[in-house]
């Protein structure tokens, strides 16, 4: 899908799901494996310094960003992904049963 086809079809979902359920995420980095190159930034296309971000290892908290996953999809090293508040549940989830199996519980 095309970053305009994809803009258009978050437009049209707007329209049919509730407002509380449009928890688009956000960019979430791993500062261990930046390597400072800046590609994030020069294909954001709301010109988002995303590498700043990224070498500190903090979420792109830019209220600019339109959250098209350009500078994820960019990065070479991996060190961005797409962190949703799905994602954050399931890893909770995923640490409590850990350490329930930990505790024998
Ligand atoms: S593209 Fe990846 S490695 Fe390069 S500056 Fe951005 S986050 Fe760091
Ligand atoms: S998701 Fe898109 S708009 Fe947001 S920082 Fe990344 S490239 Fe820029």
């Excluded at 086809?5 to 928890?23: C, F, G, S």
């Excluded at 956000?26 to 390597?35: E, L, M």
């Excluded at 090293?77 to 519980?105: C, N």
Aim: hydrophobic share 40%; with cysteine.
């Amino acid at each position: 899908m095309s970053f305009l086809d994809a803009l258009r079809k978050r437009k049209k979902d707007e329209t049919a799901v509730p407002e509380a359920m449009i928890q688009l995420g956000r960019v979430v980095a791993d500062a261990s494996r930046c390597v400072q190159c800046g590609i994030c930034g020069y294909n954001c296309p709301v010109g988002i310094p995303v590498r700043d971000y990224a070498r500190q290892g903090l979420p792109v908290s830019d209220a600019a960003c339109i959250s098209c996953g350009n500078c994820v999809n960019v990065c070479p090293r991996g060190t961005l992904r797409w962190e949703t508040q799905a994602h954050v549940i399931v890893m909770d989830r995923f640490a409590t049963q850990m350490g329930e199996m930990a505790s024998g519980d």
